[in-house]
């Protein structure tokens, strides 16, 4: 194997490891050891050497004299981010020392983890950290707060995060992106949509804010937060009423379609027009367009499932593709997530064997506030990794309450000193995924990429494989899974009978092509994994569940006398919090702004530009308001995870709820409300 770390110059291949459904395959320019240039490989089939800006700025990252160079430990007040040198040596020990003391007092589940993808490779994120929390029988953390309400609401219709390849999308002639911001978040699904529009595709977004992706549509939809499954329902009205359904496909392939016929019946436009805000006459051309154009193609989004209602939602709109028997046609369909294509073998990877107590508890990281504030047994500790909880999670004030705890010791293992990382005990430097070895799935296209170190690490920052390997080490387990190299790991992980489509990726295919093709064959004809092998427009499983085992809405929950739903999803020069701290991602996106309604601003005397305070009972915000039509009255909309400025307040999951949505533990950073008054 070709060794990249001691080439001083050259160019590289390499992959994006940021949590983005694109997964770029790229090529990384060294010169004298150093990175000095990220673009995309023109050779990978799907991302085709195309990358975003924030990705071309990767090197002041990478190269930002403020990364973490060395372990510190606190030593001023909680939060106060005063801390001094210490070795690896001592951090491993000051670790493990406190972990075994409070095990023997509270017990293992008094240490919890904190993790998300910061980073997405699959060994770095689910591999030797699993195995180590399993073995310390630490409390187990549900990693739901970005995809798993919709992943849930999907899975019930299609049995698993099963889609139609990304590529076939070229052929479509009707692109539906339905709550995503698919320009800042999915740019590659843009590109392709580009070239089908060329061929005479049209382009739907529907969404609550005409950002980006609603400026380069052909038809923008608003509609009022969180009404999306209604207004799903009207188009399935309009669809059985005017008989535009495949019926044909309906008897082969789903379940419940007559129940489903009967149930829409409510749903006229009239009445999905009172709820959404989409005018009958905007319903009726939608149901139309999608019922008279094949292949029609909806790229389901993240926004939607961000609220109380949000598996349902995804649940709902998954159905639409059946009724007309898009599946059929390539290029017709979905994709909420494909990640299920790509499935490696996770019990090998992770080792829950290793976990005694299979009762060890649960803590959904979306409740992060109370784990640390209000949980009994308490938690002690907080392992924080790939992630940056005080600044993504909702509730903040609650999070950073419970972090400033003088009883709990918290790590924090990052390349930076991240908000999070300010308030921890012990601080440990993080490679960055350049400087690692590891695999990726996307969890849009079907290609497999491999990472090979092609820089020196950073300082003495350490991969998170060989922070858990001493750790494991310092504990006293002997299990031979902590010995595993990350190559062990990678092959284990790609050995995975259960998935027929990665049969034929292998470790040593992966080093000599760079990116491998899942053999992935369309969904249909075919069974599903849902119960019935069908798609299950009716879900006994649902109903077991408790859930209304029909596609159905439900309103947004109601909170206290805030007028306004507050969304505040992310921006386009930032990957969640990562970015918000470099000038030149900061300098691009300006500053954090709040859009608002001419009709909310006359009424709250808010006039452009200026600051406007948003608060509601968890907190506060100032802001820039940006009066305009890009949001319908009741709605305001900000982007971005900024990073806390002294002197600012722009933290904006102050103000978000955590409270889970309807489904999978989910999120609902999108369905809070706050009042707006001028600063
Ligand atoms: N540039 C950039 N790219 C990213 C990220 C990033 O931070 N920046 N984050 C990455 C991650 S982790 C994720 S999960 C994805 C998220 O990316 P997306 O899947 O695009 O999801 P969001 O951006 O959260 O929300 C998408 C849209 O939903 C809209 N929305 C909110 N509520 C509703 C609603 O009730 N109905 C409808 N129809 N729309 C609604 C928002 O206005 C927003 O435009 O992007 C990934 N890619
Ligand atoms: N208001 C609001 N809040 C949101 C969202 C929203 O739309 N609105 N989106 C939510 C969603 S969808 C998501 S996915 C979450 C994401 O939230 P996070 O998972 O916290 O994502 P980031 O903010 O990108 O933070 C990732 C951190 O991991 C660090 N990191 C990167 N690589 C490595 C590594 O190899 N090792 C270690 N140890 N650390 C590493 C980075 O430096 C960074 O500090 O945010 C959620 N929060
Ligand atoms: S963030 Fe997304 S679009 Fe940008 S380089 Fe990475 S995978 Fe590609
Ligand atoms: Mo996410």
Sequence with gaps: MRSYTEEANGIFPSVCPLDCPDQCGLLIHKKDGKIVKVEGDPGHPVTQGAICNKVRNMPERINDPNRLKYPMKRVGAKGEARFARITWEEAIDTISSTWKALIAEHGPESILPYSFYG???????????????????????????????????????????????????????????????????????????????????????????????????????????GTDAALALGIMHVLFRDKKVDEEFLQAYTVGHEELRAHVAQYDPATVSVITGVSVANIEKLATLYGETTPSFIRIGNGLQHHDNGGMAIRTISCLPALTGQWMHRGGGAIKGNSGFLSHNEYALQRPDLLANKRTRQINMNRLGDALLDTAPPVYSLYVYNSNPAVVAPDGNRVRSGLKREDLFTVVHDLFLTETARYADIVLPATSSFENTDFYSSYWHHFIQIQQPVVERYGESLPNVEVFRRLADAMGFEDEAFKDTEEDMIRQALDNPRNPYIQNITFEELVEKQYVKADVKPLFPGRLSTPSGKIELYSQQMKRRGYDPLPAFTPLKEEGNYPLIFIAAPNHNFLNSTFSNNQKHASMEKMPRLSISREDAGKFGIEDGIQVRIWNDRGECVLTASVGDDVLPGVVVTQGLWSDVPGTKQLVNSLTPDRLADMGGGATFFSGRVAVTPV
């Design 119 to 225: 980073n997405m490779g699959n060994i770095g994120t689910e591999g030797m950290d699993r195995r180590f929390f399993n073995r310390l029988g630490a409390s187990r953390l549900e990693r739901a707060i970005c995809q798993s309400a919709g992943t849930a609401g999907y899975g019930y219709t299609m049995g698993g995060s099963f889609g139609i390849d990304p590529e076939d999308t070229l052929h479509s002639k009707l692109f539906i992106m339905w709550g995503i911001n698919a320009v800042s978040t999915n740019m590659h699904q843009v590109a392709i949509a580009e070239k089908a529009r060329k061929n005479g595709a049209k382009l739907v977004v529907i969404d609550v804010h005409k950002n980006r992706t609603g400026r380069w549509a052909d038809w923008f939809i608003p509609l009022r937060p």
